[in-house]
């Protein structure tokens, strides 16, 4: 069993959509996944790190498998470092998402050691013109990806 600890932005279940998925177009990655999906950001996609944190620990103290986060920010936090450095001390693997900085570096926590980035591929396979450059561990499609949405469709 695979318990996932899933940060998106609002309304973007897409991942989670990915993994779990039961359908005829998508087929689930991960059988039967427990997916645990906490809404860090406001309505508008934006959030303190101080909510990230407490995730990340509310991750920790209840066994997580994994944590993906599909947001970053531009800039080092300390706490976010620390929770993301206690979270992989205790054997949690961490993904993150590098960001969509048309080129410039790569969002943090995604940027940490301990955090396995995540880019996107167009259609023909190629680094996509928003993704970050930098430290990126694997790439995979991420335009025009079908998940599932809330309302049972894709």
Not at 71 to 78: A, K, P, V, Y
Request: proline share 3%.
């Amino acid at each position: 069993m695979l318990l996932v600890f899933s940060f998106s932005t609002p309304g973007n279940g897409a991942v989670a959509g990915i993994i779990a998925a039961k359908g005829e177009v998508i087929k689930d990655v991960v059988n039967k996944p427990i997916i645990y999906d906490v809404k860090v950001l406001n309505k508008k996609g934006e959030g303190k790190i101080e909510s990230v944190v407490d995730g990340i620990n509310w991750s920790i103290k209840n066994n997580v498998d994994v944590i993906n986060i599909s947001f970053g920010f531009s800039s080092d936090r300390e706490g976010l470092k620390k929770a993301i450095n206690k979270a992989y001390d205790n054997g949690i693997i961490i993904i993150a998402a590098s960001g969509n900085t048309m080129g410039l570096s790569v969002d943090h926590p995604a940027n940490y050691e301990n955090v396995l980035s995540k880019s996107l591929l167009n259609e023909d396979l190629q680094i996509d013109t928003y993704a970050a450059t930098g430290k990126i561990d694997y790439s995979a499609p991420g335009v025009d990806v079908y998940s599932t949405d809330q309302d049972g469709g894709y």
